[in-house]
């Protein structure tokens, strides 16, 4: 893909200004490229296209197939880019302004019960250096409710297991402090004292988690390991890469935590982000009613 300079001075300035994480940066990237080759088949340049060319291109979109949320998404890359270039005196008029947003409901975040956890926690064979650290980090995710981007990018610094604690970067450069847990404190430091050692054989990595490349651990990678011990344990469906963090959640809220400390927990900068994990609580609530009242 052809790199404008326009669009990367952009993401040069929201990187600056917010913060976001690589992949946030690439799909605004992937999003406006896109734009900005079906606008030149109009005849038209990012700059000097107006809103009957940007609803045409997202009509478009949609009779291809595309989905309410990935119409809403590419919208949302395109709000952003034209307040830059208004701000910028690129551009007088915002031909996003008038244009809304397709409606497309709020999916509610996949989450295991908690039999599925433990199965998923117990699969990794701890006699082996590669299976003390899967278990660690299935441990840590679960008891921490880290995103898997700040589960991969973890280094030694950040961890303070003689307070027990995890000194977390997440989004926006936002820093926060969670809480490990005993059980995830005890797998951390067996594999930092035992496992990792034997992965890294001598090698020097900064990184908490490690792979036999003497690297960090990937998403990717995470996310084919989750899958494969899921599979082990016969769990099925469609799985997130963060499903730990939502059923770490949603654990919580099911045992009477307080929204705003799960908000905390989870580095959320808006409650209503974590409000969404209460109607999972609640369906959990309504099953096990119906389940156990003699009434129900």
């Known amino acids: 893909m052809k790199h404008d300079p326009a669009i990367e001075r952009f993401l040069d300035a929201t990187w600056a200004e917010r913060g976001l994480s690589d992949n946030s940066l690439q799909s605004y990237r992937h999003d406006l490229s896109q734009l900005r080759d079906q606008l030149a088949r109009r005849g ?33 890359s395109y709000r952003q880019y034209y307040r830059w270039l208004l701000r910028e005196g690129v551009i007088d008029r915002d031909p996003v302004a008038l244009i809304e947003s397709p409606k497309t409901g709020r999916g509610l975040p ?12 117990a ?22 409710g880290l995103r898997v981007s700040e589960l991969v990018s973890l280094e030694l610094a950040n961890l303070n297991l003689n307070q027990g604690v995890v000194r977390v970067i997440g989004k926006g450069q936002k820093e926060r402090l969670v809480p ?15 496992g990792r050692p034997e992965i890294l054989k001598g090698m020097q990595c900064k990184s908490v988690f490690v792979t036999t490349r003497k690297a960090a651990m990937t998403r990717q990678a995470f996310w ?3 899958r494969r011990y899921a599979m082990r344990c016969d769990i099925s469906g469609k799985l997130s890469p963060h499903m730990l963090r939502h059923s770490f959640a949603t654990h919580l809220l099911n045992h009477g935590a307080d929204l705003r400390v799960v908000q ?9 982000t974590t409000q ?21």
């Open 224 to 226: 084919y390991m989750v």
């Open 44 to 76: 038209r340049t990012l700059a000097d296209a107006c809103r009957e060319d940007l609803l045409d291109v997202l009509a478009g979109e949609v009779q291809a197939g595309k989905s309410p949320r990935t119409v809403s998404r590419y919208l949302s």
């Open 276 to 296: 969404i994990y209460t109607h999972i609580a609640r369906e959990g609530l309504k099953r096990m009613h119906e389940e156990h009242h003699p009434r129900g």
């Open 264 to 272: 905390l927990l989870l580095g959320h900068s808006d409650l209503s």
């Open 110 to 121: 996949k989450a295991l019960t908690e039999e599925q956890v433990e199965a998923l926690l």
């Open 123 to 144: 699969s990794p064979d701890t006699d082996t250096p590669l299976g003390l650290r899967d278990r660690a980090m299935l441990e840590l995710m679960y008891a921490t």
């Open 180 to 194: 490990i847990g005993d059980v995830a404190h005890d797998s951390l430091s067996f594999y930092l004292s035992t």
